[in-house]
Nanobody
Framework: QVQLVESGGGLVQPGGSLRLSCTAS????????IAWFRQAPGKEREGALC????????FCGDFVKGRFTISRNKTKSTVYLQMDSLKPEDTAVYSC??????????????????????WGQGTQVTVSS
C-alpha cells in the first residue's frame, strides 16, 4: 500500500524555523520525485515549493528560495522540507506528493499538482506571534 505521511508541522513565531518530514512506504523512493506543496486558507494550492528528484538533484521556487531547502534521506525513505525565516504568509497546510521518475530518470522537475500520483494527508503550519 502506497503511503506518504507528513509530520513536523505546528505553530511557530515569525522568523522561526520548522522541519517537515515526508515518509514514504509501499514503494521505492529511489525511483520517485517528491515535491512539497501548500494550500493557504481560502486559496488554491500553489505549484510545488520544492522538488527532490530521484537523481539526487533538487529545486526550489524563487518565492521560497533562500528560506526553504529540500533534502532526501534514502535510508529512512524520508524527504525533508527545512523552512527558515518563516513569515505569517507561509501559514498553510503543507503536503508532499510523489511521482515516478522512470520515464525521464528524474531529469525534469515537475511542479504542477496534477503531475503527481500519490499524496500525503498534509500537516498544518501556522506562523503567528
Amino acid at each position: 500500500q502506497v503511503q506518504l505521511v507528513e509530520s513536523g508541522g505546528g505553530l511557530v513565531q515569525p522568523g522561526g524555523s520548522l522541519r517537515l518530514s515526508c515518509t514514504a512506504s509501499g514503494f521505492n523512493l529511489d525511483y520517485y520525485s517528491i515535491a512539497w506543496f501548500r494550500q493557504a486558507p481560502g486559496k488554491e494550492r500553489e505549484g510545488a515549493l520544492c522538488v527532490s528528484s530521484s537523481d539526487g538533484t533538487s529545486f526550489c521556487g524563487d518565492f521560497v528560495k533562500g528560506r526553504f531547502t529540500i533534502s532526501r534521506n534514502k535510508t529512512k525513505s524520508t524527504v525533508y522540507l527545512q523552512m527558515d525565516s518563516l513569515k505569517p504568509e507561509d501559514t498553510a497546510v503543507y503536503s508532499c506528493a510523489a511521482r515516478s521518475d522512470l520515464a525521464d530518470g528524474g531529469s525534469i522537475y515537475y511542479v504542477m499538482e496534477y503531475e503527481y500520483q500519490y499524496w500525503g494527508q498534509g500537516t498544518q503550519v501556522t506562523v503567528s506571534s
